[in-house]
């Protein structure tokens, strides 16, 4: 028998100025802790609303984790390759890489981008990155449940990405009146962020609605789970995150996450003295179209 999942806490992150200047919007909807939030060290939900030429953002460096990025308007992107509406991006750090996200012209976009932890006999892994374009994104479509997989396994379906950390990540959308019931696996810290209407989720039917984060209860031993969702009233736009924890410790600064704090200035070296890759230009294997 399936463990019925429920809502444990909610959270409405406000919206503040980012810091890619005017019509930059920035919602933290993971960050504030990491043994609560394990695998997931931070998450923004960010809105620009460029409105002129002025460059904004550039190159800089990560290490020891993932960057997981759902892009949900808009157009994003380098030399090597932009990512447009509905695309996904899952770009493995690890060992140190560079990569670039310039805006220099009047645009609007909405990004989602998560900062998914390594494990530590992963942390210093070659750089990658995964593509995954939209038109190419598994979906299931019944009933009025609408479900987009970008990795992970959900309700028969299988995303192509490669995941270090067993990771599922989906755009659902609910017609009026429709219901789904998500098969996640109860080990799976699991959260999921309102993007559009309301909801009626878990098994004591929590209200979750537009902007809102509801965190689920978690279990220790691997066994199969569903969460229920039911649109409450119109209809409904969620976006779901589930990943098996790794209970490794770690530690973030800036750019950097990494085991312990005396690796942290090794790689503010490597990264000054030029020896860390940037993404554009590491062999072709590791830049991967799927």
Same mark, same amino acid.
């Given at each position: 028998?399936?463990?019925?999942?429920?809502?444990?806490?909610?959270?409405?992150?406000?919206?503040?100025?980012?810091?890619?200047?005017?019509?930059?919007?920035?919602?933290?909807? @993971?960050?504030?802790?990491?043994?609560?939030?394990?695998?997931?060290?931070?998450?923004? /939900? /960010?809105?620009?609303?460029?409105?002129?030429?002025?460059?904004? !953002?550039?190159?800089?460096?990560?290490?020891?984790?993932?960057?997981?990025?759902?892009? =949900?308007?808009?157009?994003?992107?380098?030399?090597?390759?932009?990512?447009?509406?509905?695309?996904?991006?899952?770009?493995?750090?690890?060992?140190? @890489?560079?990569?670039? &996200?310039?805006?220099?012209?009047?645009?609007?976009?909405?990004?989602?981008?998560?900062?998914?932890?390594?494990?530590?006999?992963?942390?210093?892994?070659?750089?990658?990155?995964?593509?995954?374009?939209?038109?190419?994104?598994?979906?299931?479509?019944?009933?009025?449940?609408?479900?987009?997989? %970008?990795? !992970?396994? =959900?309700?028969?379906?299988?995303?192509? @990405? *490669?995941? %270090?950390?067993?990771?599922?990540?989906?755009?659902?959308?609910?017609?009026?009146?429709?219901?789904?019931?998500? /098969?996640?696996?109860?080990?799976?810290?699991?959260?999921? %962020?309102?993007?559009?209407?309301?909801?009626?989720? $878990?098994?004591?039917?929590?209200?979750?609605?537009?902007?809102?984060?509801?965190?689920?209860?978690?279990?220790?031993?691997?066994?199969?789970?569903?969460?229920?969702?039911?649109?409450? &009233?119109?209809?409904?736009?969620?976006?779901?995150?589930?990943?098996?924890?790794? *209970?490794?410790?770690?530690?973030?600064? $800036?750019?950097?996450?990494?085991?312990?704090?005396?690796?942290?200035?090794?790689?503010?070296?490597?990264?000054?003295?030029?020896?860390?890759?940037?993404?554009?230009? @590491?062999?072709?294997?590791?830049?991967? =179209?799927?």
């Amino acid at each position: 028998m399936k463990t019925e999942r429920k809502i444990i806490r909610t959270e409405t992150p406000e919206a503040r100025p980012g810091f890619l200047g005017a019509g930059h919007m920035a919602r933290q909807l @993971v960050g504030a802790d990491f043994t609560a939030s394990d695998p997931f060290i931070f998450l923004m /939900d /960010d809105v620009l609303d460029k409105k002129d030429t002025n460059p904004s !953002g550039g190159a800089h460096p990560h290490a020891g984790f993932e960057t997981v990025s759902l892009l =949900l308007e808009g157009e994003i992107g380098d030399e090597a390759y932009k990512m447009h509406s509905g695309d996904f991006q899952l770009m493995t750090a690890g060992s140190g @890489v560079v990569h670039t &996200e310039t805006i220099d012209r009047p645009l609007r976009l909405r990004l989602l981008q998560l900062w998914l932890n390594l494990p530590r006999k992963n942390r210093n892994a070659a750089p990658r990155v995964q593509d995954l374009p939209l038109n190419h994104v598994p979906v299931l479509d019944k009933k009025g449940v609408h479900i987009r997989l %970008y990795s !992970g396994s =959900l309700n028969g379906l299988t995303a192509p @990405v *490669h995941n %270090y950390v067993p990771l599922i990540v989906a755009d659902i959308s609910l017609e009026a009146g429709a219901t789904a019931l998500l /098969d996640i696996p109860a080990q799976y810290n699991t959260f999921v %962020y309102m993007l559009e209407g309301a909801i009626i989720a $878990g098994a004591d039917e929590q209200l979750l609605h537009k902007k809102q984060v509801g965190w689920l209860d978690l279990f220790e031993e691997a066994a199969p789970s569903t969460l229920k969702i039911a649109a409450k &009233e119109g209809k409904a736009r969620l976006v779901l995150y589930a990943g098996a924890p790794l *209970h490794e410790k770690i530690v973030a600064h $800036g750019p950097f996450i990494a085991d312990s704090a005396d690796a942290i200035p090794g790689l503010y070296r490597q990264y000054r003295a030029g020896r860390m890759p940037h993404i554009a230009t @590491v062999p072709a294997a590791q830049r991967i =179209l799927l």
